[in-house]
């Protein structure tokens, strides 16, 4: 089956009924221009200022062209000393609150969100292809409530060739489905038959955004381009009438740093800590055969 194009839904933001009868049949809401561009690309190029202080972007490289050496890391991005910086940055976590994306989800929920503190950041090289991320659920990664939702999005314009996002339609009306060891981010993929799901994809813009179940497949398409770095976010909320949390969720991503190590050099307070005011209920991470909360 042949890639076909994600159905977009952004003349629906003034009708959060339909958004959200479109996000529970499909599994996803693709939206274009969502977020304004400077805050993206504010914080692209401080990332880049990162990959440039390590010797990830070749030499002369304008930031804003995004020229990295494809040999500028082995192994898994998370455990490298750019990503390691990334996290303390305050506009990465702050971009998670973009209010764009919570009025969004607010309106399809109809309350409350709690947007989770451990925020992902992603860099792909050029012609990584062993790296890229393979077909899985997010839910196996993140566990707690099955009802959250992953906002993705490129800090660039970022085409099929650079390492876009697909998504199999339907898929997350399958349940959790079984994983196997694979290459790439994670470390493991979920078993699907790749002829026979519709996938979907796109051309992504800078702003455009696709919200998503935890339960719907999707995978990278792998950076095929000679020396672009592809840089994006991926961001995970929940309605507060599911409140199920697992403590790993409350913290830091790959626990690099402590929060407060993060927060050191902050300009602002109020979203330090922020989750302390919701009524979470935090439930232990799952073993292979317990039953996960529906």
Request: contains cysteine; proline residues 6%.
């Amino acid at each position: 089956m042949g890639i076909r194009p994600f159905v977009e839904s952004q003349d629906l933001l003034d009708q959060p009924t339909a958004l959200r009868n479109r996000l529970n049949e499909d599994g996803y809401l693709f939206f274009r221009n969502l977020i304004d561009r400077e805050p993206l690309q504010n914080l692209l190029i401080e990332i880049l200022n990162i990959c440039k202080k390590y010797g990830w972007l070749l030499e002369g490289s304008d930031l804003l062209a995004r020229k990295g050496k494809s040999d500028a890391y082995s192994g898994y991005f998370e455990f490298t000393d750019v990503y390691s910086e990334i996290q303390k940055l305050e506009n990465f976590h702050l971009l998670a609150n973009h209010p764009k994306i919570i009025s969004t989800l607010s309106g399809i929920w109809g309350g409350h969100v709690f947007p989770h503190p451990r925020n992902i950041a992603r860099i792909t090289l050029p012609g990584s292809s062993k790296k890229t991320t393979p077909s899985h659920q997010d839910y196996v990664f993140i566990q707690g409530s099955q009802e959250f939702h992953t906002v993705w999005f490129p800090l660039s314009d970022c085409p099929k060739e650079l390492g876009g996002l697909l998504v199999a339609r339907n898929s997350h009306k399958a349940g959790i489905l079984p994983t196997q060891e694979a290459e790439g981010t994670g470390g493991l993929c979920a078993v699907v038959d790749d002829e026979a799901q519709e996938w979907l994809s796109t051309d992504f813009q800078l702003g455009d955004v696709i919200i998503f179940h935890s339960l719907t497949v999707h995978k990278a398409y792998p950076n095929i381009t000679d020396e672009l770095l592809r840089v994006s976010c991926d961001f995970r909320y929940q309605a507060m009438n599911e409140p199920v949390v697992v403590w790993d969720t409350l913290r830091p991503h790959m626990q690099l740093h402590s929060w407060e190590e993060i927060y050191s050099d902050w300009a602002r307070d109020d979203l330090k800590y922020y989750w302390h005011k919701y009524k979470l209920q935090v439930v232990p991470v799952l073993e292979p055969g317990d039953v996960p909360p529906t």
